[in-house]
Nanobody, 117 residues
Framework: QVQLVESGGGLVQAGGSLRLSCVVS????????LGWYRQAPGKQRELVVN???????NYADSVKGRFTISRTYAKKTVYLQMNSLKPEDTAVYYC???????????WGQGTQVTVSS
């Protein structure tokens, strides 16, 4: 059974930092693209960043230079370091795994990030 469990969200002032974690079980990092998405109230879910098996990353323009994705194989965890947070970063953040052999998506339950001005 595939499970993705996020943690690390919370309330932070503009300019502050948060680090989100996503523990992945039931799948291996190889053969999957891992990523972070977010959904603000009244808006569609959007890609924040993803990372391929080879380590290639793809960041949304709105977070380039501020957010960093990383992963640890030993802990089967994907991280999202978020710096210089802005009120417009407020959203529910979701961890996602896309299994390449069948393109099936797996999602975590989401973690709320709120940035106050």
């Amino acid at each position: 059974q595939v499970q993705l469990v996020e943690s690390g969200g919370g309330l932070v002032q503009a300019g502050g930092s948060l680090r989100l974690s996503c523990v992945v079980s039931g799948i291996t990092f190889s053969g999957n693209i891992l990523g972070w998405y977010r959904q603000a109230p009244g808006k569609q879910r959007e890609l924040v960043v993803n990372i391929s098996e080879a380590g290639s990353t793809n960041y949304a323009d709105s977070v380039k230079g501020r957010f960093t994705i990383s992963r640890t194989y030993a802990k089967k965890t994907v991280y999202l370091q978020m710096n210089s947070l802005k009120p417009e970063d407020t959203a529910v953040y979701y961890c996602q795994a896309k299994r390449l052999r069948d393109l099936r998506d797996f999602w975590g339950q989401g973690t709320q990030v709120t940035v106050s001005s």
